[in-house]
């Protein structure tokens, strides 16, 4: 049985950091591409970055191109999303998701399995 638990969210000033945390297990997580998604209330899910299996290429949504950084660590099946100069848009519930595609997909049709979700809210 596959599981995603995201862990990180939670409440922070305009300006300020957090640094959210997806667990794998129950698939061969170094084989497959890890992505973050948000989606903020009454909007649809949306891109926001992505990672090839070896960690090697990563992908971002313009809106956070320069603040976020995604990264993974094969070892530990734990994909990371470090989210630097938040703003009140970035306000939203965020996924992380598994897709056994060869690289890396925006869409969320591209990808299988999904978390539970963590609420970030970016007070400003």
């Known amino acids: 049985q596959v599981q995603l638990v995201e862990s990180g969210g939670g409440l922070v000033q305009a300006g300020g950091f957090l640094r959210l945390s997806c667990a794998a297990s129950?698939?061969?997580?170094?084989?497959?591409?890890m992505g973050w998604f948000r989606q903020a209330s009454g909007k649809e899910r949306e891109f926001v970055a992505g990672i090839s299996w070896s960690g090697g290429s990563t992908y971002y949504a313009d809106s956070v191109k320069g603040r976020f950084t995604i990264s993974r660590d094969n070892a530990a099946n734990t994909v990371y999303l470090q989210m630097n100069s938040l703003n009140a848009e970035d306000t939203a519930a965020y996924y992380c998701?598994?897709?056994?595609?060869?690289?890396?997909?925006?869409?969320?049709?591209?990808?299988?399995?999904w978390g539970q979700g963590t609420q970030v809210t970016v007070s400003s």
């Open positions: 129950g698939l061969t997580f170094r084989r497959n591409v």
């Open positions: 998701a598994s897709s056994s595609t060869l690289t890396v997909q925006t869409t969320t049709n591209d990808y299988h399995y």
